[in-house]
């Protein structure tokens, strides 16, 4: 994990381009020792906080898989069980590459209150912007990303220049997917039990078990 710490914030303080990463990994010690030391941030839920079930999902914004279930999932789960008020809705992020990392940050980057709402442009627009051709290309598809979201380039290159959330973020991510031994992405826990990215109908036979556990 250490050594994925240090090329995620190498990566993620490169100036404002991600042209330069095939680099990165020579320099990612003296990045690592320059950064701050994060902290673990709160969870980002949607849903009642007294919902009967939690379900959290580890997703990666460069994953294939993740932006499958998010494109074609989520909004069932969203409106059968988020919406009706049975489940609580957690999603972590998890940053396998650089990559993810600069779409994870521009993810918070507009606050909390429109983390849900970033991620869902991100997860739309994957196969575009992931599509560039250079690390400078990718970087200006995900400005185009922020600037639909409503942010402006200088509060973009703020977020992705503050060095002390890059390194909550991963710091976040490095305890969270650690303490519930992720391997891959997408992966649910819910309430508790860890379960593999599957069909909506095997999902939902899961979600319903659960539910009628609590009575």
Request: proline share 3%.
């Amino acid at each position: 994990m250490m050594m994925l710490r240090r090329s995620l914030i190498a990566a993620a303080t490169a100036a404002l381009t991600l042209a330069a990463l095939p680099a990165l990994a020579q320099e990612a010690q003296s990045a690592d020792e320059a950064m701050p030391e994060g902290k673990v941030l709160p969870d980002i839920a949607l849903g009642q906080a007294d919902a009967p079930v939690t379900i959290v999902e580890y997703a990666s914004f460069t994953c294939s898989h993740c932006a499958d279930f998010h494109n074609q999932t989520w909004p069932k789960l969203k409106a059968e069980y988020v919406d009706t008020g049975k489940v609580r809705f957690i999603q972590r992020d998890v940053y396998f590459d650089a990559v993810g990392l600069w779409a994870g940050i521009l993810a918070r980057c507009g606050g909390d209150e429109k983390y849900y709402a970033v991620s869902d442009l991100i997860f739309d627009d994957q196969k575009t912007w992931l599509a560039g051709e250079s690390g400078d290309a990718i970087a200006g598809n995900l400005r185009k990303i922020g600037a639909k979201a409503g942010m402006t380039s200088e509060q973009m290159d703020a977020c992705w220049n503050d060095q002390q959330k890059v390194a909550d973020l991963v710091t976040t991510f490095q305890r969270k997917a650690g303490a519930d031994e992720i391997e891959g992405t997408p992966t649910f826990v819910i309430d508790g039990e860890k379960v593999r990215n599957q069909p909506w109908d095997e999902l939902k036979k899961v979600i319903d078990a659960k539910l009628a556990e609590k009575g």
